[in-house]
């Protein structure tokens, strides 16, 4: 485990391999990263240099979808699976500024999540971060530390963010999606975004390449196979678009860009 926390300090030791939360710090321009994954995110860039914009956008989207669900939905309940390092404006931050009782989950399969939430978290009673594996989606349902904040037996959003194209086809990311949707309660939300393949962009196969051999994950996908996650669910307007597209509170200018269009995502409801 290369983190250790005490209530004020997190101390992480560098093991010398490079992890997808963060590499994905490095695209936030973060500052909790090694020179390892430097380099796994210098490799994807050169390939495919939006990704920064990209990252920026998927955060955007976390941010309008959190509080339009909040706000507007009257949802109390976030499990955000594959959440991330502490960033600006987490999940907690955009749910608890709408409503200070939302209770939120966080859930990651890398210790480093945990070691810096619980330096962050410290003082917030509705919150907790877990550290399991989305591949054994049954035990990150049972587990005490979700139980005691989401009560399955009501609405929750189910966060699925930029997590899915983290897991192999032979992992079942639709069959995992499928057991959450089922131990959900009616009139939960399923929040999904994914990589997503270009038939325009060889740098969308290629990116693939670089993440699978440098940090042994990646599987960039079809639009049909990420239209059969929200298999059952029924899509919020405007569907799964590219990031910026969905609900923009700004005019998008040009969303033709590979930088706009590699990521897509979309909101759907459990009737
Ligand atoms: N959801 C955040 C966002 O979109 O801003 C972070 C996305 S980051 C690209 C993907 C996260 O998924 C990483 O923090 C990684 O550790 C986590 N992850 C990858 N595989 C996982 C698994 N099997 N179970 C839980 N978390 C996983």
Not at 52 to 63: D, F, G, S
Request: aromatic share 4%; with cysteine.
């Amino acid at each position: 485990m290369p983190a250790e926390s005490t209530d004020t300090e997190v101390v992480i030791l560098d093991d010398g391999v490079p992890t997808a939360a963060r590499v994905y710090d490095v695209m936030l321009d973060g500052k909790d990263h090694y020179e390892i994954d430097r380099q796994v995110a210098h490799a994807s860039l050169a390939v495919m240099p939006e990704l920064k914009e990209i990252a920026a956008h998927n955060r955007a989207m976390l941010h309008r979808v959190v509080t339009h669900l909040a706000a507007d939905q009257g949802i109390t309940q976030f499990l955000d699976l594959g959440s991330g390092l502490p960033t600006a404006r987490n999940t907690h931050e955009v749910a608890q500024q709408v409503n200070p009782d939302a209770k939120v989950v966080y859930v990651d399969i890398d210790p480093i999540v945990l070691a810096h939430g619980r330096a962050l978290l410290q003082d917030n009673d509705n919150t907790r971060v877990v550290t399991a594996d989305l591949r054994e989606p049954r035990e990150v349902l049972a587990h005490p530390e979700v139980l005691s904040m989401i009560d399955f037996s009501k609405p929750v959003c189910v966060m699925l963010v930029g997590i899915l194209h983290h897991l192999l086809d032979e992992e079942d990311p639709a069959g995992i999606v499928r057991t959450l949707r089922d131990a959900a309660a009616p009139g939960s939300y399923f929040f999904i975004t994914n990589f997503t393949r270009l038939s325009d962009s060889p740098e969308s196969t290629e990116l693939e390449q670089v993440l699978l051999s440098q940090l042994g994950t990646g599987r960039v996908r079809t639009p049909a196979e990420l239209a059969a996650y929200f298999d059952g669910l029924e899509l919020l307007p405007p569907g799964i678009v590219p990031l910026p597209l969905w609900r923009p509170e700004t005019i998008v200018t040009d969303a033709t860009t590979v930088g706009v269009r590699f990521m897509t995502g979309g909101v759907a409801r459990k009737n």
